[in-house]
């Protein structure tokens, strides 16, 4: 609880901050006030409780992804000192509205009450919408916000319309109460019907197919340092909200909602990686790979009673890959006209440290060892092959050879064609945000029990 009242308050003074033309300061205050936020967190491991009325939830769970998800904005924040400051008198308002945006999130992961998962579900998108469409003069980045607004507030009714059936069939809010009338029969037929509704609604945040189809669009057309906020803080945020609604809320998966589960992550995983491989646009290719990702993801929710501490290390794995990969994309494409592969041609050559740390990232997504991208699979696999689904794992596995195809495209041709540009100086915060992500999905590559011991 301590946690989102100093979130909401430091995103308050970073509005402030302008009044009085601290600019310059805002940034590192912002940086060094979450890393101090991040501190508090880590103190909540050991004093789990609930708050007014059991709307704020504080478990291992809650303070596990929260302190990802500050991490990831940490990590953000300090990428928009370089990637903002031709909008100065603007700083203040991307920096605050990130901060809030995290705000939503950690109450999405939080909630004891379907309230608060609505209230933070709709900060996290407002802020989301805003920063899509921040580039008011990119006919891009205008289409990319409208695009996202529209579909998230499609979502966003949906997610609605389910609760107010959940309530109608249990009459109250509260999630622990939820849980306990579900154990039981007797439960009216839109019960179910409200938590499919939910479930579709999540679907749609998390970009897993049939209900991906804005994400290549938004992507493509967002600023990049937006893309990379909506690729790994919300995609992650997202993934653990659901696994946190479907635990609980129901005691077990019937045999209809797993098997809608099953097909939903074999469509992402394979309809993302196939249409990743066509991809010209890094930004494109990464969001469907996001969506394969999610594929993947998902599989923990078959094993809804064991598979928490698996799900906050892929999770974990994926953003710090995501982060580190964004570091060097951002860099690489800012004020080129595209995000085309091209960009990047010959940058093995033109800036070694980029292009290996571009490469390691790329390399943890697909699942190869050393990083922990491999051994997040791994436990992923070896969980839904305990949970009887042998088939799906045998998909999953194709599908990360197929995604080899796509990461590679990109590595090749840092390493095997020539670039048309000239080595230029890059500023300190992209080596300082780029090398900290990848060297710390290496150390829980080679030490993932520092992440799955948490939440046993």
Request: charge should be neutral.
């Amino acid at each position: 609880m301590n946690t989102l009242i100093a979130i909401a308050g430091l995103g308050v003074f970073c509005l402030i901050a302008e009044i009085f033309n601290l600019r310059k300061l805002l940034v590192p205050v912002a940086v060094i006030g979450l890393l101090t936020i991040l501190g508090l967190n880590l103190t909540e491991f050991s004093a789990p409780g609930s708050f007014y009325n059991n709307m704020i939830v504080v478990d291992k769970f809650s303070v596990a992804f929260s302190s990802l998800f500050i991490l990831l904005t940490v990590f953000l924040l300090t990428l928009s000192h370089d990637v903002y400051k031709e909008h100065p008198t603007k700083i203040s308002d991307f920096v605050a509205i990130k901060i809030f945006l995290l705000s939503g999130a950690v109450a999405m992961v939080s909630f004891g009450n379907l309230s608060m998962f609505f209230l933070g579900i709709e900060v996290l998108s407002i802020s989301l919408y805003i920063l899509a469409a921040s580039e008011r003069l990119n006919l891009k980045s205008n289409e990319a916000g409208m695009k996202y607004f529209l579909m998230g507030s499609f979502a966003s009714g949906i997610i609605l319309f389910g609760i107010c059936l959940v309530y109608g069939a249990t009459g109250t809010f509260d999630i622990a109460e939820i849980y306990d009338l579900s154990q039981g029969a007797g439960l009216p037929s839109w019960f179910p019907i409200g938590i499919t509704l939910i479930i579709v609604g999540m679907l749609f945040k998390i970009a897993a197919v049939p209900f991906h189809f804005w994400a290549p669009d938004v992507y493509e057309g967002s600023p990049a340092l937006t893309t990379a906020t909506m690729s790994t803080l919300a995609k992650v945020v997202a993934m653990a909200t659901l696994y946190k609604l479907l635990s609980g809320m129901n005691a077990s998966l019937t045999p209809t909602f797993e098997m809608v589960i099953i097909i939903v992550s074999i469509l992402s995983m394979t309809v993302g990686n196939i249409m990743a491989l066509r991809q010209k646009n890094v930004k494109r290719m990464l969001a469907f790979s996001g969506i394969s990702h999610a594929g993947f993801m998902l599989m923990a929710i078959l094993s809804l009673s064991s598979a928490a501490s698996t799900l906050l290390y892929y999770t974990a794995a994926y953003a710090l890959a995501g982060i580190a990969s964004f570091a060097v994309i951002i860099y690489i494409t800012k004020n080129k006209e595209n995000e085309d592969i091209v960009n990047f041609n010959g940058l093995g050559k033109t800036n070694p440290l980029m292009a290996a740390i571009l490469t390691a990232s790329l390399l943890s997504m697909a699942g190869i060892p050393i990083f922990s991208g491999f051994f997040a699979k791994f436990m992923l696999f070896t969980q839904t092959i305990k949970a009887g689904y042998l088939f799906l794992v045998i998909v999953g596995v194709v599908n990360s050879i197929i995604s080899v195809g796509y990461y590679f495209k990109l590595i090749l041709a840092m390493y095997t064609k020539e670039s048309s540009e000239e080595k230029q100086a890059v500023p300190f915060v992209y080596y300082f945000v780029a090398v900290v992500a990848i060297v710390l999905n290496i150390i829980l590559g080679l030490s993932p029990s520092l992440l799955t011991n948490l939440l046993n």
